[in-house]
C-alpha cells in the first residue's frame, strides 16, 4: 500500500493542485468545513464531514441549462456549458460518496441520462477517506455502510501520522499515478489496525443499528396512513434545511429569466418540504405540512428502496440531527414507527 507521511500531505496537494483542480474540506469562518479548491496555503480541515455534502460538484445549487432569443422569426438557442477539466475531490467521507450512487440511479441509470451532471461525473476523480473518529450522530452502518473503508476512486485512511491510499477504479490508478513520485511503498498492518479501531467506535453510536425492518415497500400503505405523521410535522417549520443539506435530496425547479434581450433558463435546488413544490395551475395535491412532511420521509425509506432494488435514499450522515432547529430528523421517524404497536400502525386523516 502507498502512503505519506501527514506532515508531507501539503506538498501532495501542491503536486496534485499544479495540474488539475484539488478541491477539499477547510475550515470556514465559523468554525465547521466547507470544500474549496485547493491554493497555496490551503489546509486540509480536520472536521469529520462538510456542512453541505459533496454533492454539490455534480448537482449544484444553480445551474444554467440553456440561453435563448428571437431574431425575427427564429429562435436562437445556446448552450452555455463550458469544457470541463478533470477535478479531484480529497476527504470526501463514505456517506457522500454513497450518496453520489445513490443520486447516479436517478440521473445516470434513468432515461433520459441528465447530460449536466453525467459530464462533472465523467471529469471527476472521487478520493475518499476514511472516519477515524464518527460522531454521535453517525449512522450510516445501519444501511449497511463501512466508514472505515469507503468507496471510491481512491480509498485512503489516516493512520499512525500517515495518508494511506489504495486506487480501486482505473480514475483512481490514473491518481496513484501522478502522486507515486511522493508516495512511498509499505505495509498495510497501520491501515487494518485503524479500521479495527474505527469498527469498535461504530459499533458503539447510539443509532448504529436502528432497526429498518419496518420500513418495507409490501407495507407502503401501511405506513402512508400511520398515525405517526401527524403527530411528528406539528412542529415542523418547512424551512428545508434538512433537503439542503442532504447528501442524496436531488429534487430542483426550472424558472427563466429576462437576461440580455433573451431568456436564462436555469434550475436550482428545491424542497419538497415547501408549500409551493407541488403548486400546479390547477391545484396542489400537498395542502398540509403533515402531507409535505410523510413525502419526505416516505421517500427516502419507502419509495425510492422500491424503485431501486432496497436501496434506502438516506446514507446515515447525521446532518439532519445536526442541522434541523427543531430536532426532527429521521432517526426519530424511525423509531416513532418502529415503536407503535403494529396492529395499531395505521391511524388519522389520510
Known amino acids: 500500500m502507498l502512503s505519506i507521511s501527514s506532515e508531507k500531505i501539503d506538498s501532495l496537494f501542491e503536486l496534485l493542485g499544479t495540474k488539475e483542480e484539488l478541491y477539499l474540506p477547510v475550515d470556514n469562518k465559523s468554525g465547521k468545513a466547507d470544500f474549496a479548491k485547493w491554493e497555496k496555503g490551503v489546509k486540509l480541515s480536520s472536521a469529520l464531514k462538510t456542512v453541505r455534502s459533496a454533492k454539490d460538484f455534480f448537482f449544484p445549487?444553480?445551474?444554467?441549462?440553456?440561453?435563448?432569443?428571437?431574431?425575427?422569426?427564429?429562435?436562437?438557442?445556446?448552450?452555455?456549458?463550458?469544457?470541463?477539466?478533470?477535478?479531484?475531490?480529497?476527504g470526501v467521507r463514505a456517506c457522500d460518496a454513497k450518496g453520489f450512487d445513490i443520486i447516479d440511479e436517478v440521473y445516470l441509470k434513468m432515461t433520459p441520462v441528465d447530460s449536466y451532471y453525467k459530464n462533472r461525473r465523467d471529469h471527476a476523480t472521487v478520493v475518499t477517506l476514511a472516519c477515524t473518529d464518527p460522531a454521535q450522530t453517525c449512522f450510516c452502518s445501519a444501511y449497511g455502510l463501512e466508514a472505515w473503508n469507503p468507496a471510491g476512486d481512491v480509498t485512503s485512511w489516516l493512520a499512525g501520522g500517515k495518508f494511506f491510499f489504495r486506487a480501486n477504479t482505473p480514475k483512481g490508478e490514473k491518481f496513484i499515478e501522478k502522486a507515486k513520485s511522493l508516495l512511498t511503498e509499505e505495509n498495510d498492518s497501520e491501515v487494518k489496525k485503524e479500521e479495527d479501531s474505527i469498527k469498535?467506535?461504530?459499533?458503539?453510536?447510539?443509532?448504529?443499528?436502528?432497526?429498518?425492518?419496518?420500513?418495507?415497500?409490501?407495507?407502503?400503505?401501511?405506513?402512508?396512513?400511520?398515525?405517526?405523521?401527524?403527530?411528528?410535522?406539528?412542529?415542523?417549520?418547512?424551512?428545508?434545511?434538512?433537503?439542503?443539506?442532504?447528501?442524496?435530496?436531488?429534487?430542483?425547479?426550472?424558472?427563466?429569466?429576462?437576461?440580455?434581450?433573451?431568456?436564462?433558463?436555469?434550475?436550482?435546488?428545491?424542497?419538497?418540504?415547501?408549500?409551493?413544490?407541488?403548486?400546479?395551475?390547477?391545484?396542489?395535491?400537498r395542502l398540509t405540512q403533515k402531507e409535505r412532511f410523510r413525502q419526505r420521509f416516505m421517500h427516502k425509506l419507502v419509495y425510492y428502496p422500491m424503485a431501486h432494488n432496497d436501496v434506502f435514499s438516506c446514507v446515515g450522515c447525521g446532518r439532519c440531527l445536526e442541522s434541523c432547529p427543531i430536532h426532527m430528523n429521521v432517526v426519530k421517524v424511525i423509531k416513532a414507527y418502529n415503536e407503535l404497536p403494529q396492529d395499531n400502525a395505521e391511524g388519522g386523516a389520510k
Request: with cysteine; proline share 3%.
Open 61 to 90: 445549487k444553480t445551474e444554467n441549462l440553456v440561453n435563448y432569443k428571437m431574431n425575427g422569426q427564429t429562435v436562437e438557442i445556446e448552450d452555455p456549458r463550458k469544457d470541463l477539466q478533470d477535478f479531484v475531490i480529497f
Open 200 to 285: 469498535a467506535k461504530v459499533e458503539k453510536l447510539p443509532f448504529a443499528h436502528i432497526d429498518l425492518s419496518k420500513w418495507q415497500g409490501k407495507d407502503m400503505m401501511k405506513i402512508f396512513n400511520s398515525k405517526i405523521w401527524a403527530d411528528l410535522s406539528q412542529t415542523c417549520l418547512g424551512c428545508g434545511t434538512c433537503t439542503y443539506i442532504c447528501p442524496t435530496c436531488m429534487c430542483f425547479d426550472v424558472r427563466d429569466f429576462k437576461s440580455n434581450g433573451g431568456i436564462k433558463q436555469s434550475r436550482c435546488w428545491d424542497s419538497c418540504m415547501y408549500s409551493d413544490f407541488t403548486q400546479m395551475a390547477a391545484a396542489n395535491p
